[in-house]
């Protein structure tokens, strides 16, 4: 699906604040791969969705999706097969829009001309799909998102995500902002949509039982680099504490100040 | 006067529609307004000097702002160059071109040609009382300009552009180039200045370089007295209601500072100033009412 062959990101290159944001990464993401991603603040996970997203521009190596090779080309073209979720719940739907005009922006990716898709037939199917929110939005499709908690909007922005079927799904600690009572709807929300919907996607997590519990591959990312990738029945064995571990072995740093940042549950 | 206050403020309005896009729907600060105003004018004048149609000359002034806007929208997303500071490049730029189009002059008279004003006039002579035809003609035209926009912001390509000036990241998200967008945007925005451009060269009986000149203050003014005098309301048919009566509203108090303004010893070229307080006291106004941040209140 997507492909990362020796891609670096270099920020303020020649100037005494020169940065190696991502180090020679090479990653192959596999149809029906559902990856979770740790790493302490700093590590490059952010970056790395950047890249693969087309807002950064690399500085040396290439991308492929589908063996193409979309290395220059804009973020807006990539988003029309990878779906992006942001860790500010704003980012994902327009705040002054209702939230029908907002399905209707998001329901089909790419360039919208002077049609008017919005109408009865498209409102009912809206509607459908907002049940399985379970969140009663269903009944508030003329009020404007601003109206709308920080966790609905999220849920939402989920949604239709989903529903625009993008080949690759990245979400960036999605979670994070939201209350625990609304970012574990999320959550669970998101777990449904990825079995249900047979996802491909990456997920940026500082919740290590989290990366443990989702998907079928995690990685560990430090300094840049991809420091652990570990896939199938092997990742099912993991624990918090082998991770712990891991990461102590293999960068021989303390995992003691990264406790704060990497929590338990 | 009344009437007067009333065409004078629907020809502008048309004006205010083109900025309450840029500024409110597009959240795009665009200066070039000051240019393509004179633009259309230009454009109005030296086309009827020549004998083309009226109707004609008001697609040609169309055209021309559209193009203005789409340069503004380019030395933008392609220069990356602050979109005030586009704007006010092309507006600079226009100064120069207005006067060539207008022949190297910088004031034309249309007396003798037959705009589309005095055909509109001699034809309903009779029919409703003279001073009223103006007013009807283009209470007219300002409606359908408004209903035609409203339209089009409720098509998937106006919503997109709603939602690209609340939340350019979610634009992008979903596969839509917003340079596009912007281009779009604005050279509708300007394309409406340039026509309210064209009326008000036909209403005045000739075009002038300086017509344009702080006419996005006033522009921007209309918008926000409509909004301060309105309800708030995501609907696009009450927003565009708001732009046009913010305008009559508008050049009402410019009427009355210009015929009673010698009272208090105020000189036409005072307007300016009491242009720029006016928006000043309704920045105010607003804030004391807690209406939210007046420069982001798009769709």
Not at chain 1, 184 to 204: A, P, R
Not at chain 2, 140 to 167: E, P, S, W, Y
Not at chain 2, 269 to 297: E, M, R, W, Y
Request: proline share 2%.
């Amino acid at each position: 699906m997507i492909e990362l062959k020796n891609v670096s990101i270099v920020f303020g290159q020649g100037t005494v604040n020169e940065n190696k944001a991502l180090n020679n990464i090479n990653l192959k993401v596999k149809e029906g791969d559902f990856i979770t991603i740790i790493g302490s603040n700093g590590a490059g996970k952010s970056t790395l969705f950047n890249t693969i997203a087309g807002t950064y521009l690399p500085s040396e190596g290439q991308i492929f999706a589908n063996d193409k090779n979309v290395t220059r080309d804009p973020e807006y073209k990539r988003a029309k097969y990878i779906g992006r979720i942001f860790q500010n719940p704003l980012l994902g739907t327009a705040g002054n829009m209702s939230l029908e005009d907002n399905m209707t922006i998001t329901h089909k990716k790419g360039m919208k001309w002077l049609r008017r898709s919005l109408n009865n037939k498209t409102r009912e199917i809206f509607k459908q799909e907002l049940v399985q929110l379970r969140m009663g939005l269903e009944h508030r499709m003329k009020e404007n998102l601003v109206m709308f908690s920080g966790g609905q909007r999220q849920a939402l922005t989920l949604l239709m995500m989903v529903l625009s079927k993008p080949a690759l799904i990245l979400l960036d600690e999605h979670t994070a902002a939201l209350d625990p009572k609304n970012a574990e709807i999320v959550l669970e929300l998101t777990n449904k949509f990825i079995s249900e919907y047979n996802l491909t996607g990456m997920m940026i997590t500082h919740n290590m039982t989290h990366a443990i519990e989702f998907g079928n591959r995690l990685l560990m990312m430090d300094g840049g680099e991809i420091i652990f990738d570990i896939e199938g029945e092997a990742k099912k064995a993991l624990t918090v504490e082998k991770l712990i571990q891991k990461f102590h072995e293999l960068r021989h740093k303390t995992f003691e100040n990264d406790r704060t940042l990497l929590a338990e549950d | 006067m009344i009437e007067g206050i009333f065409v004078e403020g629907l020809i502008y309005g048309i004006m205010v529609l083109g900025v309450f896009i840029s500024f409110r729907i597009l959240d795009f600060p665009d200066l070039t307004v000051d240019g393509s105003f004179p633009l259309g004018a230009a454009l109005m004048v030296q086309c009827l000097l020549s004998g083309m149609n009226g109707w004609l000359a008001l697609l040609v002034a169309f055209a021309g702002g559209v193009l203005a806007g789409v340069v503004t929208a380019l030395i933008h997303n392609h220069l990356r160059v602050p979109n005030l500071l586009a704007g006010i490049l092309t507006m600079t730029m226009l100064y120069s071109v207005n006067i060539r189009i207008l022949g190297n002059r910088a004031n034309v008279p249309i007396l003798d040609q037959s705009t589309i004003l005095k055909q509109v006039t001699e034809k309903f002579t009779g029919v409703i009382p003279d001073e009223y035809i103006l007013l009807v003609f283009f209470l007219i035209v300002a409606l359908v300009v408004k209903v035609l926009l409203d339209l089009f912001f409720r098509t998937d390509l106006g919503m997109t552009l709603g939602a690209m000036g609340n939340n350019e990241q979610m634009v992008i998200s979903q596969g839509v180039n917003p340079k596009t967008l912007k281009t779009i945007g604005v050279g509708l925005s300007n394309g409406l200045v340039a026509i309210s451009g064209a009326f008000a060269a036909q209403y005045l009986g000739f075009a002038d370089v300086g017509l344009g000149q702080g006419i996005i203050v006033s522009g921007l003014a209309s918008v926000m007295i409509g909004e301060f005098l309105m309800l708030k309301s995501n609907r696009i048919g009450v927003l565009t209601f708001c732009a046009l009566a913010g305008s009559v509203c508008f050049y009402a108090v410019m009427y009355v500072g210009r015929f009673y303004g010698y009272v208090i010893h105020m000189t036409p070229s005072d307007l300016n100033l009491i242009k720029g307080v006016l928006i000043i006291v309704l920045l105010i106004a607003t804030q004391a009412k807690k209406l939210k941040v007046p420069f982001k209140v798009a769709k």
